[in-house]
Each structure stands twice: as C-alpha cells, then as structure tokens.
C-alpha cells in the first residue's frame, strides 16, 4: 500500500514538471546576410516610386515553434550599405538629407515581445531605431519555411512588412519630392546555432 501511494506521488510530480515546463526552448538562428534583403519603396514626385535595399544586414533570432518564451530577434543593417542601383543617388542619400551614414552608421531592430497568432505567424513588437530615434513599433512576421540545407545546416525563413513615416525619425528633408512614406519588407534567412 504504501509503495502504491509513493509510486502515485512520483507520478504526479513528473506530471506537474511536464505540464510546468516548456515543449522546446528556442533556438537561436544567425542571420544569412547572403540570403537575406531588407527592400523599401517610396515615392517620388507623387508620380512613381524609388525601390531600393541594403547589402549589410546582421543578427540573430531566437524561435521555437512551440514556445513564445525566449523568444528574441536582433537585426542591424549598415546605412551606408543602401543600394537603388544608382550611383549618384545612393550618394546622396547617405548624406545628411537622408541616411546622415557618418552620423548613424546603423539601423536596428530589438524586439521585446512575441505573440503568437497562428501557426507559423507571430505578433512582434520592438524598437526600431533609425536616424538616432528609437520608436515602438509592432509588425506581424511569418515563417516562409525552415529545413536542413546542402551543407549540414537547418534555416528558418522569415518575411515581414511594414510602413512607416520617416519624418517620425528625423528625416524630414526632401519631403514631397521624396516621398514620406516608406514601404519596408525583410526577408530573413537565418541558421540555427549548434549547441555548444
């Protein structure tokens, strides 16, 4: 009897452990710069639109697909890396009219919350920081896929859009030729760290 009563014990603390306890902690995935675009669009002259990207593109990301918790993405993009395939006007954006690259060499990403919408789809919400302002700002991002890869590696791909004015950063120049708002799309690429 009583090695019945110790045996329904230890199951039942196993099972609070198990239930207390998370299904699989994040792993965290460094970005593919190689394999990775952060693209804006914005306007011009209220005709068109300029699209252009940046070449220089770091960071990391924690995920897990069954957990929230730990969950993390840091993403910095050098200005000076910005490319509309026009010489003389990527020049001109990195002076003080747009990027100031001397002034801020980074454009940044932290995120402090996750939460999760469906499979495969997440809420985030983090600071971006851009011109020397720092803004809240919350994005939806997708999961475009994630397997093992020719070399021995797993990736997972991420994708997300979002607009915003850049006036609200200090980059007010320009305005209307240059349109204010800016339309931002990152696709990520990114390869799970191997546990040391």
Not at 189 to 196: H, L, M, V
């Given at each position: 009897?009583?090695?019945?009563?110790?045996t329904?014990?230890?199951?039942?603390?196993?099972?609070?452990?198990?239930?207390?306890?998370?299904?699989?902690?994040?792993?965290?995935?460094?970005?593919?710069a190689?394999?990775?675009?952060?693209?804006?669009?914005?306007?011009?002259?209220?005709?068109?639109?300029?699209?252009?990207?940046?070449?220089?593109?770091?960071?990391?990301?924690?995920?897990?697909k069954?957990?929230?918790?730990?969950?993390?993405?840091?993403?910095?993009?050098?200005?000076?890396?910005?490319n509309t395939?026009?010489?003389?006007?990527?020049?001109?954006?990195?002076?003080?009219?747009?990027?100031?690259?001397?002034?801020?060499?980074?454009?940044s990403?932290?995120?402090?919350?996750?939460?999760?919408?469906?499979?495969?789809?997440?809420?985030v919400?983090?600071?971006?920081?851009?011109h020397?302002?720092?803004?809240?700002?919350?994005?939806?991002?997708?999961?475009?896929?994630?397997?093992?890869?020719?070399?021995g590696?797993?990736?997972?791909?991420?994708?997300?859009?979002?607009?915003?004015?850049?006036?609200?950063?200090?980059?007010?120049k320009?305005?209307?030729a240059?349109?204010?708002?800016?339309?931002?799309?990152?696709?990520i690429?990114?390869?799970?760290?191997?546990?040391?």
């Open positions: 009897m009583k090695h019945n009563k110790l329904m014990a230890i199951l039942m603390a196993l099972a609070v452990f198990a239930a207390s306890a998370p299904a699989h902690a994040a792993d965290t995935y460094k970005i593919d190689v394999h990775s675009f952060a693209i804006f669009k914005v306007g011009h002259l209220g005709v068109g639109y300029v699209r252009g990207g940046f070449t220089d593109i770091a960071g990391s990301i924690a995920y897990g069954d957990t929230e918790a730990g969950s993390l993405v840091e993403i910095t993009i050098a200005t000076n890396s910005v395939h026009n010489k003389d006007r990527d020049a001109h954006l990195r002076t003080d009219d747009f990027f100031d690259v001397e002034k801020y060499p980074e454009m990403f932290k995120s402090k919350s996750f939460k999760k919408l469906e499979t495969g789809k997440y809420q919400t983090g600071d971006f920081t851009l020397g302002v720092t803004k809240t700002i919350t994005v939806t991002a997708d999961v475009t896929g994630e397997g093992d890869d020719p070399w590696n797993y990736r997972a791909g991420f994708e997300t859009s979002f607009t915003i004015m850049r006036s609200d950063y200090g980059m007010d320009q305005i209307p240059a349109g204010d708002k800016v339309w931002i799309t990152l696709n690429e990114a390869i799970r760290q191997k546990s040391k």
